[in-house]
């Protein structure tokens, strides 16, 4: 499963890794995202990612890598061919081997940033208390305590890290800190029971309306689960 816990995950975790709100800026990484994670049948459109990051950003989470350079690997590259008088300074001391200037060769660029992970989601409203095919397109209320989420993914390339398990247990923790709502809900198949369950959520029974859909539930059950979110839980 993409979120098997890893016991090595320390070592293992990307650099300069960070969550932040999506914004509409993100909107063709979040699609992209979206069709490496998913069937087609069960993929977030991009009319559908740009309601929920329109009509509820506080809801919508991305875990991102912030790109950066590495002046010295540029240095050495650029100028290891470099020899003779160039690797010394204006008093004719020696240098570092292959590097022109001082040691210090600045601080690193950034160089962009790349969306590896997601969670996208809107509030239903209560009298639900489910996911429906309709909440899934283009329905939010805002008045209501039900959040639900659509969609939990992690790039392929960067499973097997736990970054599920940290992109989720942050949004719950803020969600739940900054008091957005009293429940989470999802529908979920069953082979991920138990990476759900280790966060708190508890199983329910099979989710009848989008079941009923040939195409959404062409790849298994869909089950409803469901979490409390307590505001003292997360604190220290």
Same mark, same amino acid.
């Given at each position: 499963?993409?979120?098997?816990?890893?016991?090595?995950?320390?070592?293992?975790?990307?650099?300069?890794?960070? @969550?932040?709100?999506?914004?509409?800026?993100?909107?063709?990484?979040?699609?992209?995202?979206?069709?490496?994670?998913?069937?087609?049948?069960?993929?977030?459109?991009?009319?559908?990612?740009?309601?929920?990051?329109? !009509?509820?950003?506080?809801?919508?989470?991305?875990?991102?890598?912030?790109?950066?350079?590495?002046? #010295?690997?540029?240095?050495?590259? %650029?100028?290891?061919?470099?020899?003779?008088?160039?690797?010394?300074?204006?008093?004719?001391?020696?240098?570092?081997?292959?590097?022109?200037?001082? #040691?210090?060769?600045?601080?690193?660029?950034?160089?962009?940033?790349?969306?590896?992970?997601?969670?996208?989601?809107?509030?239903? %409203?209560?009298?639900?208390?489910?996911?429906?095919?309709?909440?899934?397109?283009?329905?939010?209320?805002?008045?209501? %305590?039900?959040?639900?989420?659509?969609?939990?993914?992690?790039?392929?390339?960067?499973?097997?890290? !736990?970054?599920?398990?940290?992109?989720?247990?942050?949004?719950?923790?803020?969600?739940? !800190?900054?008091?957005?709502?009293?429940?989470?809900?999802?529908?979920?198949?069953?082979?991920?029971?138990?990476?759900?369950?280790?966060?708190?959520?508890?199983?329910?029974?099979?989710?009848?309306? @989008?079941? %009923?859909?040939?195409?959404?539930?062409?790849?298994? @059950?869909?089950?409803?689960?469901?979490?409390?979110?307590?505001?003292?839980?997360?604190?220290?």
């Amino acid at each position: 499963s993409q979120h098997s816990p890893q016991a090595t995950m320390s070592t293992e975790l990307p650099m300069h890794m960070y @969550v932040r709100p999506l914004t509409l800026e993100d909107v063709e990484a979040i699609r992209d995202l979206e069709s490496v994670g998913f069937p087609p049948s069960e993929r977030c459109s991009l009319e559908n990612i740009t309601f929920r990051i329109t !009509n509820c950003p506080e809801l919508c989470s991305g875990l991102f890598i912030r790109k950066v350079s590495d002046p #010295y690997a540029e240095n050495t590259n %650029n100028n290891a061919s470099n020899s003779g008088n160039e690797n010394k300074d204006e008093e004719g001391d020696d240098l570092m081997p292959g590097v022109i200037g001082p #040691y210090d060769a600045g601080a690193p660029k950034v160089l962009g940033e790349e969306l590896i992970g997601h969670i996208l989601a809107t509030k239903i %409203n209560s009298t639900l208390t489910a996911i429906t095919l309709e909440s899934m397109s283009g329905e939010h209320d805002e008045s209501s %305590n039900y959040i639900a989420i659509h969609s939990l993914v992690i790039d392929p390339k960067y499973q097997k890290k !736990n970054l599920a398990t940290l992109l989720m247990t942050d949004y719950i923790q803020k969600l739940s !800190n900054q008091e957005v709502g009293t429940k989470i809900t999802i529908i979920a198949h069953e082979h991920l029971f138990p990476f759900y369950e280790r966060l708190g959520f508890k199983k329910l029974g099979p989710n009848e309306n @989008v079941n %009923n859909d040939k195409d959404f539930s062409a790849h298994g @059950v869909w089950y409803n689960m469901e979490r409390d979110l307590i505001k003292d839980e997360f604190e220290e």
